[in-house]
C-alpha cells in the first residue's frame, strides 16, 4: 500500500514535536512512502526554522534533512505533477505547494496523510482522494 506524505509528516520523523510518535509509526510501517520532491525543500524550510530557534545545529539540520527523505520509497518530480497540481489549486483556491501532495495521491490512487490541517480541510473536497489527518 501506498501513502503520501506530506512534510508536516516527515519534519515530525527528525524533530520531536507534537504527533512525533504517531508520525514515527506510521514511518515504521510496512507502506510504501511517496512524495513529490518539493518534500526536500519542505522539510529544508521547517529545519531552517529550527535552526533559527536554536533547537538544532546547521550540520544537524543537513544531518537529518537526509535522514528524513531517506524514508521515501519514491520521489516523483514536480513536472510530472505540475498540470494537476495547478489545476487543483485553481479550484481549490489553495497554494500549488500543497497540491502537489493532492496531485500525487490522485494518480496514484492512494492516501495523503497530513499534520497540516488547512491542508486536510482543502483536501477534503478533492473527489476521489482519501486524506488522513496525522
Known amino acids: 500500500m501506498s501513502l503520501v506524505i506530506d512534510a508536516s ?7 520531536d514535536e507534537p504527533a512525533t510518535e504517531r508520525a514515527v509509526a506510521l514511518r515504521d510501517s510496512d507502506a510504501d512512502l511517496i512524495a513529490p520532491s518539493l518534500v526536500h525543500a519542505e ?4 529545519l531552517w526554522r529550527a535552526t533559527l530557534r536554536g533547537d538544532v545545529t546547521a550540520l544537524d539540520a543537513a544531518r537529518a534533512l537526509n535522514v528524513a527523505v531517506s524514508h521515501y520509497s519514491r520521489i516523483i518530480l514536480l513536472a510530472a505533477l505540475a498540470d494537476g497540481a495547478l489545476d487543483l489549486a485553481i479550484k481549490l483556491r489553495h497554494p500549488i505547494y500543497d497540491c502537489f501532495y493532492l496531485a500525487l495521491a490522485q ?3 492512494c492516501a495523503l496523510v497530513t499534520a497540516d490541517r488547512r491542508l486536510l480541510n482543502a483536501a477534503r473536497s ?4 482519501e486524506v488522513q489527518a496525522l
Open 9 to 15: 509528516v516527515a519534519v515530525k520523523w527528525v524533530l
Open 43 to 46: 522539510i529544508g524550510s521547517a
Open 107 to 109: 494518480r496514484e490512487r
Open 126 to 129: 478533492v473527489a476521489g482522494v
